[in-house]
């Protein structure tokens, strides 16, 4: 558990209170961990949480500091990653860089991120001590020492599966095998090509174009990591040849050999983390919307995008030049709320293709909600304030399922579950709490009392849940 100070502005977050949540268990008074044991017996013993109390003490993060937490307190550290084609990408759609997030909050350090399409040059640059760490899906399974590199955490364990259409089943060195550049660490690389004779390495090609390129052709098997392949086995009906080439792949943060300390502060955090179960909460917020979409509408949402995202995709991107927010989330957005149609317009006079109200409308400054244009920029622009409002505390991706809730229900109702959630005893922040507190809005014995009054609590659930599966969607595969 641990102890964190609540320092935004609002009402909200201006009361220091014992709660147990998913992201912050409880908020301290910071650098007074005497008082902030105090603080918590007195609020534990209060609730009859006796054993909880106990728990408490260890707690708060100031109560143990090791030496190597001390020495890397207070420092700049330059992460390189992959896997991202922009730092907008990146702050919502890497679980690792969430992870991190904490990490350094944690810990008082500040983050610079450095972006690299190769994973040959950031290890370079970790080698050489040009950075501290690394992240980026890197393969974390080889002799480290002989590179000047440490191991950080391992996230998880994956593997690389190869999938091949009818004709290239039961063929080997025949056949073309595609493995995309992005997950090809040195380490990786080394494996396959002593299991498979004849492997083409390509960039800049998504998961999905290098898994239509080869069944396209008929004659050539892709290799993908464990998670995409299973979701396009499935999602597009594969029954030919599917089977594990690279097992067993720790996935995680590599650090410089430059930095023991930095090492040695990781890996006890970690430790920290995953035994308060944090990790498996972000992995929840990061793989599980997808996961979960209605298998029709997975196979709706593909027949879209197939037809209309071509000509639909510079107008994404010209939004996120402007507003730096992925294309992907846009796009999200928009689909869940026309299914890419200008012209749509709700029973209850909401319309336009990201179905604006006249209010919000009239507050952006859009004359006309029809306008794909128009519209297109009004619900970006909106959807970026509402992002920036969310607390800094917080995760990226956390910040983002938060602003989805308030895009669907309006500010307000989203603050009444919140205070809602604090008087029930649960966080104001956690997704999993609001996804049981946002509900009540709707019943006359909660909503009675409510500054905003009576909103349809579950529809605002049902977004959250969509919009980031089809967002992941286009992250991952599309």
């Not at 109390?53 to 707690?59: K, M, P, T, V, Y």
């Not at 086995?233 to 930095?259: A, E």
């Not at 709490?433 to 909660?446: C, F, G, N, T, V």
Request: proline share 4%; hydrophobic share 40%; charged share 20%.
């Amino acid at each position: 558990m641990i102890c964190r100070m609540n320092a935004s502005d609002s009402q909200i977050n201006r009361e220091i209170k014992v709660i147990i949540t998913d992201t912050y268990p409880y908020y301290c008074l910071k650098n007074k961990p005497l008082l902030n044991s105090i603080f918590i017996m007195f609020h534990c013993l209060k609730n009859k949480l006796l054993l909880l109390g106990f728990l408490c003490l260890n707690a708060c993060e100031g109560l143990l500091h090791l030496p190597f937490e001390t020495k890397i307190s207070d420092q700049k550290i330059k992460i390189g990653y992959l896997h991202a084609p922009s730092p907008r990408v990146l702050t919502f759609a890497s679980l690792e860089k969430d992870l991190t997030f904490h990490f350094a909050q944690d810990m008082n350090l500040q983050l610079e991120w450095v972006p690299f399409k190769s994973a040959t040059d950031l290890m370079a640059d970790l080698k050489q001590g040009r950075l501290q760490i690394g992240m980026g899906r890197l393969n974390t399974n080889w002799s480290l020492e002989t590179q000047g590199l440490l191991l950080g955490p391992v996230v998880e364990e994956t593997s690389l599966k190869q999938i091949c259409p009818a004709f290239a089943a039961g063929t080997n060195s025949a056949s073309a095998n595609y493995i995309l550049k992005k997950d090809g660490t040195p380490a990786t690389l080394k494996a396959l090509h002593a299991k498979i004779a004849n492997i083409r390495v390509m960039d800049q090609i998504s998961s999905a174009e290098l898994f239509k390129k080869a069944f396209r052709n008929n004659s050539s098997c892709v290799i993908l990591e464990k998670r995409q392949a299973d979701s396009f086995v499935v999602d597009f009906k594969v029954t030919q040849k599917n089977q594990t080439v690279l097992d067993s792949i720790p996935v995680g943060f590599l650090i410089s050999g430059k930095n023991p300390e930095l090492q040695k502060a990781f890996q006890f955090w970690f430790q920290k983390y995953l035994r308060h179960q944090r990790l498996i909460q972000l992995k929840e917020l990061h793989f599980d919307f997808s996961r979960n979409l209605d298998p029709f509408e997975r196979l709706a949402f593909y027949k879209k995008t197939s037809e209309d995202l071509k000509k639909l995709k510079p107008s994404f991107l010209k939004m996120e030049t402007e507003f730096q927010l992925p294309w992907q989330l846009i796009a999200a957005v928009s689909y869940q709320e026309s299914h890419w149609d200008e012209n749509a317009v709700s029973p209850t006079g909401v319309l336009g293709f990201m179905m604006l109200t006249r209010q919000t409308a009239n507050f952006l400054g859009i004359k006309d909600r029809s306008s794909l244009e128009q519209s297109l920029w009004g619900g970006s622009k909106y959807l970026q304030q509402l992002i920036r409002e969310q607390p800094r505390f917080l995760t990226s991706r956390n910040q983002l399922v938060l602003a989805l809730t308030s895009y669907n229900i309006g500010r307000g109702h989203l603050q009444d579950a919140q205070k809602l959630a604090i008087k029930k005893g649960v966080s104001p922040y956690s997704w999993k709490d609001l996804q049981e507190i946002l509900p009540l809005l709707s019943q006359a014995a909660y909503f009675e009392d409510l500054q905003y009054g009576q909103a349809r609590g579950r529809e605002p659930i049902a977004f959250v849940k969509r919009v980031m599966g089809y967002y992941e969607l286009l992250i991952n595969q599309i």
